[in-house]
Each structure stands twice: as C-alpha cells, then as structure tokens.
C-alpha cells in the first residue's frame, strides 16, 4: 500500500492517504470526499475555515488537498478486469446517453 501525507493538523497528527482511505495518525476516518456544497453543516465549517472546500470524514480539507486526495484514492482502487463488469459499465453509459438524449 501506497502512503500519499497531505498535511499535519495544529496538534501534531499526520493525516495521509493510505491505500483507499484517508488517515489521521494511520487510523482510517474516511474512503470518499464529500463537496461542502453537499454537506449538511456548511455554513459552520465555513465559518470556522473560511477556505474549506471538502471534506473526509472528520477531516477539513482546501480544494488543493482534495486534489491529491482524489488523486492518491483514484491510484489506489484496483483497475477493473472483469470483461462482463466492463460491458455493464458500457451498457449503462450508452443508456444514459440515449436517455439524456431523449432516446427511450
């Protein structure tokens, strides 16, 4: 497993990206980002960290972080193989594609 760090926080703790999730101090606290535009306590953290931008888990991170975040988490995941996952894939795009056309 692959260890991105992204940044320490104020007390001292390492919060890195290990694998496909995000750690402070080597303890799993998330696997995704969540946009603060989507997060239901916004208007708080924004008030706290003026420049947040997302956030994993627990952890507040600027849209720069978040990038290597997103980055280090989509190095991480297993490339996929599977030949009828793959079609499946293709079969969904290609009818959300017809769909968003407004071929039904």
Do not use: Y
């Not at 007390?11 to 799993?28: L, Q, Y």
């Not at 995704?32 to 888990?57: C, Q, W, Y």
């Not at 600027?62 to 990038?67: C, H, I, N, Y």
């Amino acid at each position: 497993m692959e260890t991105v760090f992204i940044r320490e926080t104020s007390d001292g703790r390492k919060i890195e990206v290990i694998g496909t999730n995000v750690c402070v101090d080597g303890k799993p606290v998330a696997n995704s980002l969540v946009s603060l535009k989507d997060h239901p306590n916004r208007e708080a953290i924004l008030f706290t960290l003026p420049n947040a931008a997302f956030m994993a888990g627990p952890v507040v991170l600027t849209a720069e972080e978040a990038s290597v975040v997103r980055g280090a988490l989509a190095a991480a995941k297993p490339a996929i193989t599977d030949p009828i996952e793959i079609t499946e894939r293709f079969r969904s795009a290609w009818n959300a594609r017809n769909h968003e056309a407004g071929i039904e």
